[in-house]
């Protein structure tokens, strides 16, 4: 039985909109499917197993905006880490405001920016008053990717490595039609929803990077439920 190791870094603070659901539903596929999975949450100010040991999936999610900045003064302590295991092809996925991680800096309401990642060279404006919400579908390697947008940011500036070209709803920003960042297995996303359970197809597509003998395995509905949700979303 082959061992998949899942990190989910701080899940008490990255766990809105229902991305927790990510790493059930990707523990379940695995399981079913015959694998040992290990699941490894990492809390704030501990270090991450990734830097120091072997692990499959690196999952962060989107968390409030007053804990974004401690979440990204905690991550720049591993950033050689984290690019490292980009440059390898350690399987990352970002969702939410953890897209914006990667970028170069946030400009809050005031002005005033955070140093982010610097990774690539994109940026993130926050808004002061209303969210930005939408229903979208992007397009990926020929697969449609469904998934909900509730934003109080948008990001600018050049993206090298778009993930998806948007069929519907923004992308980056209401004046953008690519969206999020995918540069050898890093997967990071606007869309939230939570992401792998919306789309089973590109679950399957992420297992198969960790696993190339993986066979796919299906949950009762969950074809059924994307077919009915992007044909809705397309109207």
Known sequence: MKKIVIEVLYPEYNNLYGDRGNCEYLNKKLSLA????EIIETSLFDEPAFVNNPVDFLLIGPCQEKHQFNEFEQLKKYA???????????????????????????????????????????YAKQFTKLRYNDCSVGEFENMQIVGFKNLL???????????????????????SKIEGIHHNNLFATYHTGPILPLNPQFTDYLICLVDKEYTPVYLEFEKQAYDSRLKELLK
């Open 80 to 122: 050689d880490a984290i690019k490292d295991r980009i440059d390898n092809g350690g399987v990352i996925l970002a969702t939410g405001n953890a897209f914006e991680l990667f970028g170069q800096y946030i400009e809050n309401g005031d002005g005033k920016s955070t140093e982010c990642l610097g990774f690539y060279p994109y």
């Open 34 to 37: 015959g694998y040992d999975v």
């Open 153 to 175: 940011s948008h990001s600018y500036g050049e993206n090298p490595y778009p993930f998806l070209n948007m069929k519907k709803g923004c992308g980056m920003n209401p004046d």
